[in-house]
């Protein structure tokens, strides 16, 4: 079957019909109408003439035959130019469902269903590293992505108002200036008082459209890392490769649409400007000088340049979002990474894992610089430091999720390697944000095959998980799980996941954050008890934690500052 292709603002508008419910499109024509009702007398009428009569001089144009604006009634002409307003609002307006909408469509297609990674099996794959840097990809795209678009839609009417009004007053009879520039003021108000009564449900109603896409999406990337997870048969397999195909077609598509749109609006804008200079001018020329006209000149020779300035903007801004697009490639297994080329040929227990004048950075930045310290068996490490210092990246770098500039990673003190990823196999980590995979709370748990048995179920007792564990929900809703469940259960189901792992190397992001001052004292307890048996590290700033630790790292301002024992 052919698909369709949405060529022109009418097609954009069918599709964006077609995804409204009665609700959203009552609002959207309400709000088009009154777009419409304010434009008529507001925006199209003075741009034209403004444009008209600049261009012949100062002379009435002729519209159809007729000139205007002597021969013909403002009424007609405000007829005439509904439809055009009608459908630069309505496009507008459109714009935030066509997105909202249209991505939680493409990503409802991914309910309950587990993918595999498309070309080469990644049995290797640690959920807590993997999830964590490809939910921030993704979110940081979608981010941006939903920024732009704002910007298109709160930026561009917003600025023209004020261009309007000041051509209406110039190009329309004089002796009218005071009322017209009264009912133009009064019909703005109006619509934005209007707006905002309207918008705020339906604003709501966005973010919570804005936040499934969000879970959808974050959820997904979950399930990509469950190959030989739950062996079920229920789950289908389909291509990462095409979804995120699919997901960068989408996005440089759309942009071809609102640069078209913004060009045009821009080019608008920038018309009527120059033409309330050049008749500004002329008045001064002709020696009918006005305090209105001095103002305006002065004041718009510097506004002429704002629409280029923006479009500029906006075109910057799109070139770094479809940036980050291009970045979700990494996350396609055709591209070959370390995980498939570095293979694990390292056979003695780990011990100690030694970083030397490691150094990572990102473009002209240097997140962390110099780094040197030892993590080792049989001691609790702790690694703390101002916010922004470089914690995270110093973990980052260890795992391989951040590519290092130079410096060293060495095993036992003996072996050297690129990154910790070929030895993924052989780490627990605990990344800071929870991430619940779409099941039950058991098999989020004992990820990815672990097994009960006394002391893990011991475990489970003293962070008091035993009556949580069992709980069920809905798992029709693929969201149930994610909502029903309090940020600080979420957290100990993950930590819980990472402590019952049988590893070498445990290693926890802020694993204190969002829970009670008893799970934490619980959570410390447990992870103490690690060092007897692994190598443990933690990234925090919790001083409970700081104060139980045998080895305190401090990096600060990307640089570490001190090692204490």
């Known amino acids: 079957m052919k698909k369709k292709r949405y060529k022109s603002i009418f097609g954009v508008l069918q599709f964006a019909f077609g995804i409204m419910n009665k609700s959203e499109k009552a609002y959207f024509f309400l709000l088009a109408f009154l ?41 007609v002409l405000i007829i005439l130019c509904a439809l055009v307003v009608f459908s630069i609002s309505a496009f507008s307006t459109s714009l935030h469902y066509f997105k909202n909408k249209f991505v939680l469509k493409l990503y409802m297609k991914v309910k309950g269903v587990g993918f595999s990674w498309a070309t080469t099996p990644r049995k290797n794959l640690n959920i807590g590293m993997t999830v964590g840097d490809a939910t921030y990809r993704i979110n940081d795209s979608i981010a941006d992505f939903d920024w732009v678009m704002n910007c298109l839609y709160d930026t561009i009417l917003p600025n023209m108002f004020s261009s309007i009004v000041s051509a209406i007053y110039i190009c329309l009879i004089e002796v009218y200036a005071i009322p017209i520039l009264l009912v133009g003021l009064i019909l703005t108000t109006f619509v934005f008082l209007i707006r905002q009564k309207i918008e705020s449900p339906v604003t709501k109603q966005m973010e919570k459209c804005n936040s499934r896409v969000t879970n959808f999406l974050v959820n997904t990337l979950h399930n990509l890392t469950l190959i030989n997870l739950f062996k079920s048969q229920k789950l289908e397999s389909q291509n990462l490769d095409e979804k995120i195909d699919d997901y960068k077609k989408v996005s440089k598509k759309r942009f071809k649409i609102w640069q078209a749109y913004w060009i045009v609006m821009a080019l608008i804008d920038v018309l009527a400007t120059y033409s309330i200079i050049l008749i500004c001018s002329s008045k001064v020329a002709s020696g009918i000088v006005s ?128 990154s910790m990823y070929s030895f993924i196999d052989r780490m627990s980590i605990v990344m800071q944000s929870p991430y619940i995979l779409n099941r039950n709370i058991k098999d989020n748990v004992y990820y990815p095959e672990v097994k009960p048995n006394t002391e893990r179920g011991q475990i489970i007792t003293n962070l008091k998980m035993d009556k949580i564990i069992n709980r069920r929900f809905n798992e029709d809703c693929e969201e149930d799980l994610e909502q029903k469940l309090s940020g600080g259960e ?76």
Not at 58 to 74: K, L, Y
Not at 519 to 537: G, R
């Open 35 to 75: 777009y419409a009702f304010s434009g008529v007398l507001l925006l199209v009428p003075a741009q034209i003439i403004a444009i008209l009569v600049s261009l012949i001089g100062g002379e009435p144009a002729q519209f159809f035959g007729i000139n205007i604006p002597s021969q013909i009634d403002v009424v």
């Open 291 to 418: 305090a209105s006209s001095i103002v305006l000149i002065i004041s718009y020779v510097e506004k002429v340049f704002s629409p280029i300035q923006n479009f500029g903007w906006f075109i910057n801004s799109s070139t770094q979002l479809m940036t980050k697009i291009e970045r979700l490639e990494e996350l396609k297994p055709t591209k070959k990474t370390e995980m498939d080329t570095v293979h694990d040929t390292y056979e003695k227990p780990i011990e100690k894992i030694t970083l030397k004048n490691v150094t990572v950075c990102n473009d002209d930045d240097t997140l962390i610089e110099n780094i040197n310290y030892s993590i080792e068996k049989g001691k609790l490490t702790v690694i703390t430091g101002e916010s922004g210092g470089g914690k995270t990246t110093s973990l980052r770098a260890l795992t391989g999720i951040a590519e290092r500039v130079s410096g060293d990673i060495i095993i036992n003190d003996e072996y050297k390697v690129n």
């Open 490 to 565: 979420k957290k100990r189901i993950c930590i819980l996941r990472g402590l019952i792992q049988d590893k070498e190397v445990y290693i926890f992001d802020e694993p204190t954050n969002e829970l009670d001052a008893e799970n934490t004292n619980t959570v410390l307890k447990e992870i103490n008890k690690l060092k007897k048996k692994a190598i443990v590290m933690v990234v925090t700033h919790d001083k409970r934690m700081i104060d139980k630790a045998d080895q305190v790292v401090v990096i600060n301002n990307a640089v570490r500052k001190e090692i204490s024992e």
